[in-house]
């Protein structure tokens, strides 16, 4: 018998060998499905062996919104928490100074964001190396993901950011793929694709879901998926999350050294917590990638509240609403009124389904009974 690790090996060479084209393609997706398996067992096994996630890591979620700061050790994270809330956390000039997680509130135009300094992850953070299970772990509950790089390691720390956060799950600035499957009794796999599959076909489609035993089906699709993201959604877990990247540190670094990593690859802002330089600016980039939004509540007869709106994610519903008001509104319910963006008309009456929008105004009618 050989191990899992062993097993993990002979498909990733296998993977490395074959050329893929249009007579490989499904063999290569069936070895994509087999390999995600056996890495799902792999990470099972190594984090029942690492044990619990110890104090400071059930970060209580408060604020609107949750952001959490990824980075290599010493890149600047903490200095950079101190920056954006009102919460200094403790710096130094050595590795590992960050010993917990340690939440602190960023304020922005009426929004209160939580932001999470964390401790640097290191390669093999996500096989549980350097408390990487319990960091990777806070990041997969957050918002958004603040990557911090070091403007004199950006492309090494991304990669290996990327990588690790990859295998934990995390599927940065990666749409969700929207595919709905219904297993069905009989009558093998049927697909329907809403757009045009330009990276994966039927064959190796059937071969994929074969591998997670699903003979019968009706499978609707409708993202121009590959065979990774179809495989990501059979094994489920994984996490969306957007990110913006930042580059630490350009107080000691050249213009021209800026200029040419500017070519080389995707970095939202340059800044510097030591300077403060594009602090300002980084709190703008975040609230926008946030995506918030700002709900006006009127109680019925009374004039809405401006002062203090309610902050939503964008693409919410009313049903959203009633449920962040109360856990009990979404049964006493009975109808909505709208002005503002979404609304066809003012003081449009709606349901729970209603998505809102910026700005909107609201009223929520209880039944009385
Ligand atoms: N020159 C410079 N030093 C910085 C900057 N940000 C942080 N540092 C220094 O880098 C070291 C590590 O910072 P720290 O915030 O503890 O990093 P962490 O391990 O990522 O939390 C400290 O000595 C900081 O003073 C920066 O923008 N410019
Ligand atoms: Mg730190």
């Not at 400071?56 to 979620?61: A, R, S, V």
């Not at 959604?233 to 050294?257: F, H, Q």
């Not at 975040?286 to 700002?294: G, Q, T, V």
Request: with cysteine; aromatic share 4%.
């Amino acid at each position: 018998m050989s191990t899992t690790q062993e097993k993990i090996q002979e498909i990733e060479e296998e993977l490395r060998r074959t050329k893929v084209n249009k007579a490989t393609e499904s063999h290569v997706g069936r070895l994509k499905a087999k390999l995600a398996k056996l890495k799902r067992q792999q990470q099972e096994q190594i984090l029942a062996k690492s044990g619990k996630g110890g104090s400071g890591y059930d970060i209580k979620k408060s604020g609107d919104s949750s952001v959490a700061l990824i980075g290599l050790p010493s890149v600047g994270k903490s200095t950079l928490m101190g920056r954006l809330t009102n919460k200094e956390s403790k710096t130094g000039k050595y590795a590992f100074t960050t010993l917990e997680a340690i939440p602190g509130i960023m304020e922005y135009e009426g929004t209160q964001v939580q932001i999470i300094d964390l401790p640097g992850i290191i390669s093999g953070a996500s096989k549980g190396k350097g408390r990487g299970k319990q960091v990777l772990g806070v990041a997969r509950s957050a918002d958004l993901i603040l990557v911090v790089l070091d403007v004199f390691e950006a492309e090494t720390h991304m990669r290996l950011i990327l990588e690790e956060l990859y295998h934990f799950g995390i599927r940065l600035d990666q749409e969700k793929p929207d595919i709905e499957i219904e297993k069905t009794r009989s009558g093998g796999i049927a697909i329907a694709s809403i757009k045009q599959l330009t990276k994966i076909d039927e064959k190796t489609i059937k071969a994929i879901m074969h591998e997670y035993k699903i003979i019968n089906a009706n499978v609707t699709i409708r993202t121009d998926i590959d065979a990774d993201q179809l495989i990501d959604v059979l094994e489920g877990n994984r996490v969306y999350i957007p990110s913006v990247v930042v580059a630490n540190k350009v107080d000691l670094a050249t213009p021209e050294m800026i200029e040419e990593l500017k070519q080389k690859m995707r970095i939202d802002l340059f800044i510097s917590a030591e300077t403060n330089y594009n602090m300002l600016e980084l709190k703008k980039v975040l609230f926008e990638k946030l995506n918030l939004i700002r709900i006006y509540l009127k109680p019925y007869g009374q004039q809405p509240d401006y002062e203090e709106p309610l902050i939503m994610k964008a693409g919410c519903t009313v049903k959203d609403v009633c449920n962040k008001l109360h856990r009990n509104l979404v049964k006493e319910f009975k109808f909505a009124r709208v002005w503002g963006k979404s609304a066809k008309h003012e003081g449009q009456r709606v349901m729970l389904n209603h998505v809102l929008q910026d700005e909107d105004v609201l009223t929520i009618i209880k039944s009385r009974n």
